[in-house]
């Protein structure tokens, strides 16, 4: 039997579907709860995977990652911050984003957070709009198609 | 049988959400103001959330400039997406 997570996941996993569909982004299903989305900037796909394990309890863990899924948060996947950088494109090298779990310094020491309550994300004044995992991924998008000017380290 | 016409001042337009894509039709005169507020109801949008909309890289701000001025035509892709959350 499906486990609540799972049946949001999969529910707000179709709204998301249907965007990427729109937006051309890439989505790679992994696990129930788990999936990896591919956003292209000019020549470059930067990639992220998202863990949704107890959400929406706990907002899902989103880290830069790989096509394939296999390396997380290296240079050569992080994109750097320059300029006008999203500030998403944290030095830290995590998405600093009331929506990401490891913003949080009580769940990853590189968390810049620990003034945000981790059990009341969805009420931060700072959400915006990240309360499914389609809004997420939008403002991922946007950034990245705003505000991408390469990875920290060529690969 | 065939569809009736669209009206010629209208077009119709596809804009993704975090709550999905809503495709619906405008007049062309219609603000960008108008299609946010549409796509509030029809996807259940947070009001309290700003928003901002994007056909590709650009923002169509301000928006209550009508969707003609910024040369909109049937069928394009529109991205709606709250502002801020980056910190």
């Not at chain 2, 001042?9 to 495709?23: D, K, M």
């Amino acid at each position: 039997m499906a486990t609540a997570t799972e049946l949001v996941v999969e529910a707000e996993l179709a709204n998301l579907l249907a965007v990427a569909a729109a937006e051309g982004w890439q989505i790679k299903a992994l696990t129930t709860t788990s999936f990896l989305i591919g956003f292209s900037s000019g020549s470059d796909w930067v990639w992220v995977h998202c863990q949704a394990d107890d959400y929406p309890g706990l907002p899902p863990a989103w880290r830069w990652t790989n096509a394939a899924g296999d390396r997380f948060d290296e240079d050569d996947l992080t994109p750097r911050r320059e300029g006008d950088a999203s500030t998403f494109f944290h030095p830290n090298g995590v998405i600093c984003a009331p929506w990401n779990r490891l913003s949080y310094t009580s769940i990853d020491s590189r968390g810049p957070h620990n003034d945000w309550d981790i059990g009341d994300w969805k009420r931060n004044s700072q959400l915006g709009g990240g309360r499914t995992l389609a809004g997420m991924a939008i403002r991922l998008g946007l950034e990245v198609r705003l505000r991408f000017r390469g990875f920290r380290q060529a690969a | 049988m065939a569809k009736p016409d669209k009206p010629d001042n209208e077009i119709t337009l596809n804009i993704s959400t975090s709550n999905g894509v809503f495709t619906a039709s405008f007049a062309k005169t219609a603000k960008v103001s108008d299609i946010i507020e549409a796509a509030i109801v029809a996807k259940n949008l947070d009001r309290s959330d700003k928003f901002e909309v994007f056909k590709g890289d650009e923002a169509l701000e301000p928006v209550e400039r009508t969707l003609v001025s910024f040369h909109l035509v049937d069928g394009d892709e529109l991205l709606l997406s709250a502002t801020g959350s980056g910190v």
